[in-house]
């Protein structure tokens, strides 16, 4: 049983109340769907509550949770898949997760190939350890599923160690992105969402 959990410094509500204000202010996290969370330390996480608005997230709208610990109540449903991402890789500071239409509506799409492949485009770069234009970026797909326990110990079985590309879709639902520091999983988000929406556009034009 935990004693003592750690509070959480200004600079992570900070954080976590900018991502949310960003999401919103573009339409990713409609009718308080999405989540955020950061780091705090080596063992614990701070996430949003469940059921709030993340337009406007405040110290009171975050909870800390230990990475080895059960549960709070209260968090966001889908705190186990982002626990069980801090946990396989420490290197994670920051994981969001929004529920945007283009993230949405391909995910349904391509759920039969088990990913989205985007090709040819210079915001590739985006990405961590993206060079070029010219690698693909194959962003994962999984069927989604009301049991978040069961779903993140199958994300985690099929991503590898370390993935080439910092996020997922889950299908119909929406957009996981991570990285090492919340300004890093932000560029993921924006520079997936921006692939993705590109390539919404295209096959609307094909
Ligand atoms: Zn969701």
Same mark, same amino acid.
């Given at each position: ?6 509070? +959480? ?8 109340? $900018? ?17 955020? /969370?950061?780091? =705090?330390?080596?063992?614990? +996480? ?13 110290? /009171? ?15 966001? $449903? ?21 529920? /945007?239409? $283009? ?23 985006? *990405? ?14 999984? /069927? ?6 069961? *779903? $993140? ?11 080439? =590309? ?8 929406? *957009? ?31």
């Amino acid at each position: 049983m935990t004693l003592h959990l750690p509070s +959480i410094p200004d600079a992570v509500t900070g954080d976590l109340a $900018a991502i949310g204000r960003f999401a919103a202010a573009r339409g990713w996290v409609p009718a308080t769907s999405g989540n955020f /969370s950061r780091r =705090v330390d080596a063992g614990h +996480i701070a996430i949003t509550r469940s059921g709030i608005d993340k337009g406007a997230i405040g110290a /009171s709208d975050l909870i800390v949770v230990a990475l080895d610990e059960p549960l709070p109540a209260g968090v966001s $449903a889908e705190t186990p898949l982002h626990v069980a991402r801090y946990r396989r890789n420490p290197a994670i500071g920051a994981i969001v997760h929004v529920h /945007s239409v $283009a993230a949405t509506v391909l995910s349904r799409a391509d759920e039969g190939q088990g990913s989205v492949t985007l090709h040819g485009f210079e915001m590739h770069k985006a *990405l961590h350890g993206f060079t070029s234009h010219e690698t693909d970026v194959q962003l994962p797909i999984f /069927s989604n599923g009301q049991d978040t326990e069961a *779903l $993140a110990r199958r994300v985690e079985a099929a991503l590898p160690d370390d993935p080439p =590309v910092p996020g997922y879709l889950l299908s119909g639902h929406g *957009l996981y992105a991570w990285g090492a520091t919340m300004d890093d999983a932000r560029r993921h988000l924006e520079g997936l969402e921006f692939l993705l929406q590109c390539s919404l556009e295209e096959r609307r034009i094909r």
